[in-house]
């Protein structure tokens, strides 16, 4: 009886014993699983957008090199503009509708002591990507040449926002009418036909003045 009962309990130790091992088997594993949940990913480079830039390929490239130059907005260089002879500062489009063609889509330029920016509509209809990217030109024109803070900024963006959308809805017809969007720097967007140039459709267009010096 007393080796039955011996045998029985050398069998209850090694039932225990494997269990432990295999407890500390299954304990190894963890940290194996857990150091691989660790790992650090390869971050992903972001693509940073240019506002001149509606071709994906392009935002992969370096921006065009351009002439020195001392120009109140040559700040505009790094977002792919070019500035042309008479001084403006011009970002083209290729157009969707007709290989090898393309326009003007933005341009901006100083007329005594304002600051004249356009978002121009090819027959008076946008492109894809313009509506954001012509908001984003316009607020980069205001944050650097109008004395606003943040959160007039945002008042201002949500403005423009919805006057871009109720000119693409078609809810706001041509006209020579500018609206002011900022008072006390006296700033007006407006939706007009082109009256000069080859092309052939309308703009947006936002009219600031420049603060004194």
Same mark, same amino acid.
């Given at each position: 009886m007393n080796t039955i009962i011996r045998l029985f309990g050398a069998f209850v130790f090694q039932?225990?014993? #494997?269990?432990? &091992?295999?407890? +500390?088997? &299954? /304990?190894?594993?963890?940290?194996i699983?857990?150091?691989?949940?660790?790992t650090p990913a390869v971050p992903q480079q972001k693509t940073t957008q240019r506002i001149c830039s509606l071709d994906p390929i392009e935002? !992969? #490239?370096p921006p065009p090199q351009t002439k020195a130059t001392n120009s109140l907005l040559s700040y505009l260089a790094e977002q792919g503009f070019t500035q042309n002879q $008479?001084?403006?500062w011009v970002c083209y489009a290729n157009d969707?509708?007709? =290989?090898?063609?393309? %326009?003007?889509i933005f341009k901006v330029k100083q007329v005594d002591n304002r600051l004249v920016a356009s978002s121009f509509l090819d027959e008076g209809s946008l492109i894809q990507g313009q509506e954001n990217r012509s908001l984003d030109f316009f607020m980069m024109? +205001? =944050?650097?040449? &109008?004395?606003? /803070?943040? =959160?007039?900024?945002?008042? +201002?963006?949500?403005? #423009? $926002?919805? %006057?871009v959308s109720l000119v693409k809805q078609g809810k706001i017809k041509p006209t020579r009418r500018g609206f002011l969007f900022d008072?006390?720097?006296?700033? !007006?967007? !407006?939706?007009?036909? #082109?009256? /000069?140039g080859n092309l052939k459709g309308t703009g947006i267009t936002i009219n600031i003045y420049l603060p004194k010096s």
């Open positions: 039932v225990s014993a #494997l269990a432990a &091992m295999s407890n +500390i088997a &299954m /304990s190894d594993d963890k940290p699983r857990v150091n691989t949940q660790q935002d !992969l #490239l $008479e001084g403006s969707p509708k007709q =290989e090898g063609r393309y %326009f003007t024109v +205001i =944050e650097h040449h &109008m004395n606003t /803070s943040q =959160e007039n900024r945002q008042g +201002i963006r949500r403005y #423009l $926002e919805a %006057f008072q006390p720097n006296r700033a !007006l967007v !407006l939706y007009h036909t #082109l009256s /000069s």
